[in-house]
Every structure is written in C-alpha cells, then in structure tokens.
C-alpha cells in the first residue's frame, strides 16, 4: 500500500476466486428453490400417474370409462414430463409457461378423481397441487392452479350432490345422503382456498427472510467497510507527532507536526519563516532514493498537479530538493477532512448535499479534461472538505466558504504520454475504479465513473463494489453489478437512473462529460430529470440491471421503452 492509501496488485490473467461471483438476487435464489422442487414434484406425479394407468385394467370401470380414464391418466403423465422438461433448465422454467401448465394439470387432476372418487382421499392430490404451484413465483400460476382445481371440482361435486352428474366413479357416492355430500363440497372448496392462502403467506415470509438477511449482511459489509477506513485513519493518526525532520527548513517553510507518513513519504505541516502562511510539504523517504522509478512517480505527481489550477484542486506551492536529495513538494494546508472521514462519522449523506458534492467535483474535473489529465484514484480518502481562508483577513476575520478539493495525484496520467511507471500493475483503490482501468485504457470518463461510485458510496454507506482483496474487487469491477441503491437506502428512482449511467461498464454507455453527471443529479434531486437521460438510464438497466434486482420499481424495467422518443 502506498502514501495514498492505494493497493497495488497484479491483475492475474484469469481468477478463479471463490467466493467472487456476483451474490445471487433474492429472486435468483427463490427460482433455483422453485426449480429444485419441480425437478422432484414432477417425476414424482408421473410415477403416481404411470401407476393409475397400469391400474386401470384391472378395475371396475364400466362401458366406455375405462377408456376414458386412460385417456386422462396419459394426458397427465404428458402434462408431468413437460413439466420435468421445463424444470431442466432455469431459463425454460418461466412463469408464463408454468402458469398455462397448471391449468393443465388442475383440469387433468380434476377430472381423474372424478373418475376415481370426487369425494374419495385422492382429493389430497389436488391440494398437494394447489401448494405447490401456489408457492411458485408468478402470481398467474398460483391463480390458474387454484382456479382450475377449485371450480372443476365444484363442478363435479356439486353436479353429483344436486343428481345433475351421473356417478360413474369407482367410489360411488350413491350411498351418501345429501346433506353430507353438500358438506364436502363447503368443506373442499375451504380446504382449497386454506391451502392457497398458506402457500402464498409462506413465499412471502421466505422472501421477507432472504431480504432481511441480505440487508443484514450489505450493514455488516458496510460497517466493515468503515471499520477499515477508521483503522487506516487511526494507523495515520498514530503515525502523527513529530518526525525526524520536525525543525526543519526546506524552500523557505519551517517543518513542524508530522501530519502523516504512508509508503512514499512523510507529510508534514509547516510554516513560511518570513510571512507565517501555512503550508503542508510532502518529503520522499531516504530508502526510496535509490529506486528511479518511484521518484519519476513522485516528481510526476508535483508536475501534474501544478499543471491544473482551480479552487476545487489542492494548490502546489513549489517543488524542490532537501540537502539530502530527498524530492519534496509544497501544497496548500488544507483545514478540514476528507469524505471518507465525515462518511464514517454522518454515514450515508442526503441527496443535496451529494447534489453539491458532485458540482465542485465536476468543476475540478473539468480543468483536469481540459489539461488532458485523468486523476486514476478518486475516492473519499482524496476529496476534502476545507474551510478556505478569508480572502480579505484584515477587513473580516471570519473564515471563508467550505469547499471541496481534489488531491493526490501520485497515479495521475496525462494522456497522450506512453509512461510504464503503472504497466502491469492496479495502481488506484479498486472499489472506485472503472473496469477499463483495469486494462490499462483511461480516459476522463474514467474519473467521471469514480465520481458516480463515490456519489453511490455516499449515497447507501457502501462502496459498489467490495471483496477481501484488490483481485476478489477487480473480479466484481469487470464482470457484476452494484446492489441497488434502493436496497441500502429510500432514493428517487431518477437518481439510481443517473447512478446506472455514470456508472455502466462500457464508457460509451456513461455521460460524455461530468459536467453533464453533475447536471442530472442535481435534476433528478428535483424530480426534473429529462426524459432522455431518463429514457437512456432505463435502457441500460434493461441490459445490465443492478445486483439483486427484483420487485418494485425495477421490475417494470422489463417493460421501459428502449427509445427515448417513446417516453410520455
């Protein structure tokens, strides 16, 4: 890990991590349940069916019934082996299909106990049916299930109590009084809607279940999250005091508090000896010296930074040399904390302060496209809140605005060079860096997905993408999806729209400028997000929808239009 806090590590040309896949949706896992049952429930009734049919010889069926007993018993084991054809493949198994299967089967089951018995045990069939179709996903298929099965056999029952069906069944109800048979049929038709309202309660609780549990597992990974920031921010505050270079005179600034020391240098606060202005200088270690290629990086990092000026970018004061050849640079003190600070101790921030966030943000960005420069490690621990000084001390004492401002450079670019300085290697914090970071390609639409996944970290208290190691993250960078944000926090649909542009995969899929991130955020903040931008971030979530999308209001994303043009 360097000063910055960065995590170099090599991109292995394949990983096969455990434990790195995207986490299944709670929709994905109730499916891959519901098709596990229905790889046993239908070669189970087809069994079941097979033994009726091969019994059907040798019962007491009278003139044609016979017949038609057979007729019905192969329709069902057609009915179950299309089933288990469907439950073969998660994509085949959809709720539209299953739904017209089981009407199917509710007619079929009918109609073979009514040749049997309708009053007879096998009626238990019927309600093992209706619990296991109602316990599917779709709403259509606990319907049709229930609604073929419950009005058939009131059909049935209800004719052959009232004298209106003949009784041609092999456990005949001729013998039964009226009145008894009239209670059946009440008694049914309850067992059958008990069985359906049990059925749908109990998908409902395990849904409730699963998403209580992946709630409680996104808090532990956030408060974890910010455990690992407080202990780094603890590390750099132990590391404080004075250093060896405390005392001190380099460029004309007196060194005092060694503020902090990471792996390419120590920063310490200092103070002009003729004028008083504050300042904080960053030295490189001794031990480095020797390595040419981390002082390219370091004297590349004073010459980036100096090349963009802006009040939302720390300002380089000068670049010099100590005595002793150690390079070091002179900045401006800033008076405040980085984000990551006020996240840990505010957790998630409302929308207009992000809102705010995100305009200054951009107006750094801004120079640093027009310079030609992409910054590579946007993060909270690199974008401090500073108060700024009065600019007119003699006349109003009072302190000046709080501003937000851009630092460390140290794996900046400037495009159009070729440097090797990074080749072969992650240099940046991967939960905020955009997956053609990772090839190595970077344009300023790179920094422009870093402010998005800021914006997000932010927003829920989470970064979008986490995981035990630089690798593990990278894996989730290129090939899943952040969370909804809606899953973390209560957020205008607009806005997780604007998140899921500025923070797509493909740079042709994001905003062209930040400028224009900056400007929808703020819309959608409003609820006046234009309907292009709107149309554009439904468009891409029908493509590449967050992780663990299901339930509202994404779940008509299915269903948003695919041209702008189309948006009333």
């Known amino acids: 890990m360097d000063s910055g806090g960065r995590t170099p590590a090599t991109l292995p040309a394949s990983i096969p991590l455990s434990g790195?896949?995207?986490?299944?949706?709670?929709?994905?896992?109730l499916h891959r349940e519901e098709v596990a049952r229905a790889r046993v429930f239908f070669p189970t009734i087809l069994v079941l069916a097979a033994l009726n049919l091969a019994c059907v010889p040798l019962l007491p069926f009278t003139g044609d019934v016979r017949l038609v007993a057979a007729i019905v018993l192969v329709s069902g084991g057609i009915l179950?082996?299309?089933?288990?054809?469907?439950?073969?493949?998660?994509?085949?198994?959809?709720?539209?299909?299953?739904?017209m299967l089981a009407a199917g089967c509710g007619i079929v089951a009918t109609a073979v106990l009514y040749l049997i018995g309708i009053f007879c045990a096998g009626t238990m069939v019927l309600i093992l049916g209706i619990h296991f179709f109602a316990s599917s996903s779709d709403r259509r298929t606990a319907i049709a299930s229930y609604a073929s099965i419950a009005l058939l056999y009131f059909v049935f029952s209800a004719g052959l109590a009232a004298g209106l069906l003949p009784d041609i069944a092999l456990f005949s109800v001729a013998s039964v009084p009226p009145a008894v048979q009239w209670f059946q049929v009440g008694m049914s038709q309850f067992f059958f809607a008990i069985t359906l309202h049990m059925a749908l309660r109990n998908r409902s609780t395990l849904e409730l279940a699963i998403h209580q549990a992946q709630r409680a597992a996104m808090q532990i990974r956030q408060r974890d999250a910010q455990l690992a920031e407080a202990r780094r921010e603890l590390d750099r505050a132990l590391r404080a005091g004075e250093g060896r270079r405390t005392g001190d005179v380099l460029g004309g600034y007196r060194l005092g508090e060694l503020l902090g020391r990471g792996g390419m240098g120590e920063v310490y606060r200092a103070e002009d000896v003729q004028t008083g202005r504050r300042a904080a200088i960053k030295i490189m270690h001794l031990g480095l010296l020797d390595d040419d290629e981390q002082v390219r990086r370091f004297l590349r990092e004073a010459e980036i930074a100096a090349a963009v000026r802006s009040p939302h970018i720390v300002e380089i004061l000068d670049l010099g040399r100590a005595p002793d050849g150690a390079p070091y640079l002179i900045m401006e003190l800033l008076d405040g904390h980085d984000l990551g600070w006020h996240l840990r101790r505010r957790g998630p921030l409302p929308l207009d302060e992000i809102v705010d966030l995100l305009d200054q943000l951009a107006r750094a960005l801004i120079v640093m496209r027009e310079a030609g420069i992409v910054h590579r490690d946007l993060k909270p621990g690199n974008i401090v809140l500073a108060r700024q000084p009065s600019p007119h001390p003699e006349r109003s004492p009072a302190a000046g605005p709080l501003l937000w401002k851009v630092l460390d450079f140290g794996v900046a670019k400037a495009l159009g060079t070729s440097s090797t300085l990074t080749q072969g290697q992650i240099l940046g914090t991967p939960s905020y860096m955009a997956a053609e970071q990772l090839a190595g390609d970077v344009d300023h639409r790179t920094d422009l997905y870093a402010a998005a996944a800021i914006a997000y970290r932010a927003l829920t208290g989470s970064?979008?993408?986490?995981?035990?190691?630089?690798?593990?993250?990278?894996?989730?960078?290129?090939?899943?999806?952040?969370?909804?944000?809606?899953?973390?926090?209560?957020?205008p649909t607009d806005a997780e729209l604007v998140l899921a542009v500025g923070l797509a995969k493909k740079p042709a899929d994001r905003f062209d400028r930040i400028e224009d991130l900056a400007r929808a955020m703020r819309l959608a903040a409003r609820s006046e997000l234009d309907e292009v931008t709107r149309a554009r971030g439904w468009r891409y979530l029908k493509t590449a929808p967050w992780e663990g999308l299901r339930g509202a209001p994404w779940e008509g994303m299915r269903h948003a239009p695919s041209d702008p043009a189309q948006v009333a």
């Open 80 to 99: 179950m082996a299309v089933g288990r054809y469907l439950a073969g493949d998660p994509d085949r198994y959809t709720g539209r299909r299953l739904a």
């Open 20 to 29: 790195s896949l995207p986490s299944l949706s709670i929709g994905d896992v």
């Open 463 to 491: 970064a979008p993408f986490d995981g035990d190691d630089a690798a593990q993250i990278a894996y989730k960078v290129m090939f899943s999806q952040p969370q909804a944000p809606s899953h973390f926090v209560q957020l």
